[in-house]
Nanobody
Framework: QVQLVESGGGLVQAGGSLNLSCAASGRTLTNYFMGWFRQAPGKEREFIGRITWSGGSTYYADFMKDRFTISRDNAKNTVYLQMNSLKPEDTAVYYC???????????????WGQGTQVTVSS
């Protein structure tokens, strides 16, 4: 079993930054993909980006990669989402998730955290 716990959300003014954390525990996730998603009120959950525990290679949704950066600290079993130049439209609940590999890409995102609220005021 895998437990994922997000933290670091909160209220920030437009143009500000936040660094979200996702602490993983439970089974070994060495070969897993770790992803970040968000869901705004009334909208579908959308993919932000992902990283591999081993190697740290990243992949981002096109509209995210200029302002958001994903990193990981293997020693702390923690994945981060650094968000800069935040906009009111970035307001959402942010989730991290874990997926076993399916070849060179993630399989289904089978493990999810509870989410952390990010609110960006104008």
């Amino acid at each position: 079993q895998v437990q994922l716990v997000e933290s670091g959300g909160g209220l920030v003014q437009a143009g500000g930054s936040l660094n979200l954390s996702c602490a993983a525990s439970g089974r070994t996730l060495t070969n897993y993909f770790m992803g970040w998603f968000r869901q705004a009120p009334g909208k579908e959950r959308e993919f932000i980006g992902r990283i591999t525990w081993s190697g740290g290679s990243t992949y981002y949704a096109d509209f995210m990669k200029d302002r958001f950066t994903i990193s990981r600290d293997n020693a702390k079993n923690t994945v981060y989402l650094q968000m800069n130049s935040l906009k009111p439209e970035d307001t959402a609940v942010y989730y991290c998730a874990a997926a076993a590999p399916l070849g060179a890409v993630p399989g289904s995102w089978g493990y999810w955290g509870q989410g952390t609220q990010v609110t960006v005021s104008s």
